[in-house]
């Protein structure tokens, strides 16, 4: 499948917004994800179909989250919507697994993916919950992405931080983004990609849906076996 | 010359319960011992100690708090602490090396690898009116999920045998704004 017909794709067409699916905008999707510091990313605002993207979050109601503790983080996640029996979280859960959509992120970071090998979950922040800087790197992951579901403000915490790094060592954080609702945000996961989840500070609630998208298994990349 | 162990500690009949729990721990040996120092003495080191020279160290990936060096309190190095300390682990202690610390707002360290397969920790908390949701307990873990958590409390000595088993300060959040958990730690290899 080729870009043109990944994006004729009716699902595709159904979910991700008209002006994020032109040929000229996909390109300069391209040119911004790799030029990105302080390792490639990309923040899209309003990019899935705001009355499908409710229907999500009306479903996570039916989810349970559970409590996730260890030094590393604080914070509530569901299972894997893989295990869900909730319909727009499969429908989500298939359409970021699709060839078509797999096809789209290839175009735009030049990852080569794997279809239908994903994980995914949504996770819930409250007033003090955290996950302190790490670098997502595990076997096969490829592409890290989040969904916001929340509208906060600089001063709620709960910002994703991007860490520049010196060698594989994180030194300064270089680049914070404000959770907003609807934007999706995915990034490279290398062993250089340090980000964290600052604090939240204020009683807000701030609803993810976050995972990765997998490559090939690469025994090279087999060095860590730290999961959250 | 004052003493800096409660005397309550000890009498001969104390000593052979510490030993007694020290020898009796299924995992993680380890004591508590609360007002460790008479009164007088700790609030004398306790004032001496966050006269320290603190300074900041931040490694995003491993830890975030502030250190200074502990050699002028005196109490790694102090003899009565020595003798108290072989008693009680039935062994010979000479030398303790020891670290000031304090964890405030946005502090904790992460488990990583380089942690020493084995050690005693000797840790004095001079942590004064702490909550335990603001963060920053002491939480040592072994490798089979088994773990102990030691929250601030002011005046206490914890002694705890190292065995694979790995340690970490929980992150401290916003609720504990303004406020420090001091620390001495030190260890016995």
Partial sequence: MNIEQAISDKTLQDWIKPGYRTRNKIQELKRLFQNNAPFPHLELQNFFDEEKLAKVVHSLAKEVFLEKESDLFKFMQTHDFATSSTEELIELRKLLSSKPFLVYMEEITGIKLKEKSIDISASLYQNTDYLLPHDDQLEGRKIAFIIYLSNFEARDGGKLILYKTKGTIPREEEK???PQFNSFVFFKATDKSFHEVEEI???????????????????????????? | ???????LYTKQESIEQLQKAWNGKEIFSHILLTKIFPQVIYKQKEKELKKLFFKRE?????????????????IFDNKELHAFLSTILQRKIKNIHGEAFYFSWKDYTLLYKKQEKYAIDIIFDFTEDWKEEWGGSMIYKDNKGKYLKFMGLSNTLIIIERKNTQKYV???????????????????L
């Fill in chain 2, 58 to 74: 931040i490694r995003p990936d491993k830890y975030s708090f502030a250190q200074a060096k502990a050699s002028s309190l005196h």
């Fill in chain 1, 201 to 228: 500070m204020v009683n807000k609630q701030r609803i993810t849906i976050g995972g990765w998208l997998h490559g090939a298994y690469h025994k090279s990349t087999l060095h860590k076996a730290r999961e959250y």
């Fill in chain 2, 170 to 188: 929980q992150y401290v959040n916003n609720l504990a704004k303004g406020k420090k958990r001091y620390l001495l730690i030190g260890k016995i």
């Fill in chain 1, 176 to 178: 914070t983004i404000i």
């Fill in chain 2, 1 to 7: 010359m004052e003493h800096i162990i409660n005397p």
